[in-house]
T-cell receptor, first 113, second 115 residues
Framework: DQQVKQNSPSLSVQEGRISILNCDYT??????FLWYKKYPAEGPTFLIS?????DKNEDGRFTVFLNKSAKHLSLHIVPSQPGDSAVYFC????????????FGKGTHLIIQP | DAGVIQSPRHEVTEMGQEVTLRCKPI?????LFWYRQTMMRGLELLIY????????DSGMPEDRFSAKMPNASFSTLKIQPSEPRDSAVYFC?????????????FGDGTRLSIL
């Protein structure tokens, strides 16, 4: 029973355009959400997070939106760059991150030149 | 700043052998997590520690798996005896639970192959 779902295994976007990665969750107890980026043979790298008391958090080219009523979050990357090509994982936690993370299966983002 | 350090990076061993994976968390972090990544199940939490004390080990698949954290700067994950289905990438992560909403930082993982 997957509590965090990323329904798009892959996404191809042209360089300079917006990349939108989506994530859905089922556990209403989740209160802290994170996005990680992963390159092959490396560990996941923290990108951006959002607490359940907010609906938007921005950091440079990266913005995360949270819709609690729909149990949905999304990551927007604007503009997309070749170095953004990687696997992106959505993760969620109960207790403000103090507990372990529940991960989605990931979305492979490919930025086309 | 040094990140989370895991060793070895790769381990190939035969079925039935004991395997020990090691992790050094980021200095000052007081929570440590072990995850496993497989094609079938993705990234899943195995166990985590707060202040060196195991808090939740419900993700540990079998009694063949054990984890220890003897001090704030070192943790081990042991598999004895190992089986081919244990082949996966094992990640260690650390964070600080003194403040809420702190992200976990991951090491580069140990790729384990059991023949």
């Amino acid at each position: 029973d997957q509590q965090v779902k990323q329904n798009s295994p892959s996404l191809s976007v042209q360089e300079g355009r917006i990349s939108i990665l989506n994530c859905d969750y089922t556990n209403s107890m989740f209160d802290y959400f994170l996005w990680y980026k992963k390159y092959p043979a490396e560990g996941p790298t923290f990108l951006i997070s959002i607490s359940s008391i907010k609906d938007k958090n921005e950091d440079g080219r990266f913005t995360v939106f949270l819709n609690k009523s729909a149990k949905h979050l999304s990551l927007h990357i604007v503009p997309s760059q070749p170095g953004d090509s990687a696997v992106y994982f959505c993760a969620a936690s109960v207790g403000g991150g103090a507990d372990g993370l529940t991960f989605g299966k990931g979305t492979h983002l490919i930025i086309q030149p | 700043d040094a990140g989370v350090i895991q060793s070895p990076r790769h381990e190939v061993t035969e079925m039935g052998q004991e395997v020990t994976l090691r992790c050094k968390p980021i200095s000052g972090h007081n929570s440590l997590f072990w995850y496993r990544q497989t094609m079938m199940r993705g990234l899943e939490l195995l166990i985590y520690f707060n202040n060196n004390v195991p808090i939740d080990d419900s993700g540990m698949p079998e009694d063949r798996f054990s984890a220890k954290m003897p001090n704030a700067s070192f943790s081990t994950l042991k598999i004895q005896p190992s089986e081919p289905r244990d082949s996966a990438v094992y990640f260690c992560a650390s964070s600080s639970f003194r403040q809420v909403n702190q992200p976990q930082h991951f090491g580069d993982g140990t790729r384990l192959s059991i023949l």
